[in-house]
């Protein structure tokens, strides 16, 4: 059983259209993170959120964090296929675990 | 380049034997995290050491094991292979726990056991 589940696991678009991408759990994280992972790499980080209803944009990717802190979404604005990659979300358990859903791998075509 | 090393990139083994990949975390980090990642399975939590010691568990098999010793550096140990092991081994560290900060992921060991 998964214990973050992600939404869609698989997105083909073209580019310029706009995308909404789900992590969502039963659990309580004290924070939530976003990763992008290219083939043959490890995950990036590119954001962290902390506090419920949390809103953190970078540059045209919007993260933000559920008021119960048990789900996150991240939504980009006129995807680039530079955009292309598995996404992750991760939740923090304690101050140990990271515990990482399945990925979202997005693909944006010309 | 996140500053964690890990190593070999590759390995291939034969079912039965017994590997030993390792990892240099981040000049200055304590914490080193394993995860294993499947392409059926996601990046799975196997452990964590934090200056030395181990400080949480995952979904670590009894036949791996992993040690961090003094100079920091972190070894994952794989034996009797099955073929199910084959996967990307991925390394993280960060200075403390993770509450506040972040962890930086190495560019993984791919295992392959044939």
């Known amino acids: 059983t998964q214990l973050l589940e992600q939404s869609p696991q698989f997105l083909s678009i073209q580019e310029g259209e706009n995308l909404t991408v789900y992590c969502n759990s039963s659990?309580?994280?004290?924070?939530l993170q976003w990763y992008r992972q290219e083939p043959g790499e490890g995950p990036v980080l590119l954001v962290t959120?902390?506090?419920?209803?949390e809103v953190k944009k970078l540059k045209r990717l919007t993260f933000q964090f559920g008021d119960a802190r048990k789900d996150s979404s991240l939504h980009i604005t006129a995807a680039q296929p530079g955009d292309t990659g598995l996404y992750l979300c991760?939740?923090?358990?304690?101050?140990?675990?990271?515990?990482f859903g399945q990925g979202t791998r997005l693909t944006i075509n010309p | 380049d996140s500053g964690v090393t890990q190593t070999p990139k590759h390995l291939i083994t034969a079912t039965g034997q017994r590997v030993t990949l390792r990892c240099s975390p981040r000049?200055?980090?304590?914490?080193v995290y394993w995860y294993q990642q499947s392409l059926d399975q996601g990046l799975q939590f196997l452990i964590q050491?934090?200056?030395?010691?181990?400080?949480a568990k995952g979904n670590i098999l009894e036949r791996f094991s992993a040690q961090q010793f003094p100079d920091l550096h972190s070894e994952l140990n794989l034996s009797s292979l099955e073929l199910g092991d084959s996967a990307l081994y991925f390394c993280?560290?960060?200075?403390?726990?993770?509450?506040?900060?972040?962890?930086?992921f190495g560019q993984g060991t791919r295992l392959t056991v044939v």
């Open positions: 993280a560290s960060s200075f403390r726990g993770l509450r506040g900060t972040e962890a930086f």
């Open positions: 659990s309580v994280f004290s924070s």
């Open positions: 959120v902390v506090t419920g209803g």
């Open positions: 991760a939740g923090v358990q304690g101050a140990q675990k990271l515990v």
């Open positions: 000049s200055g980090d304590l914490s």
């Open positions: 050491y934090y200056n030395g010691e181990e400080r």
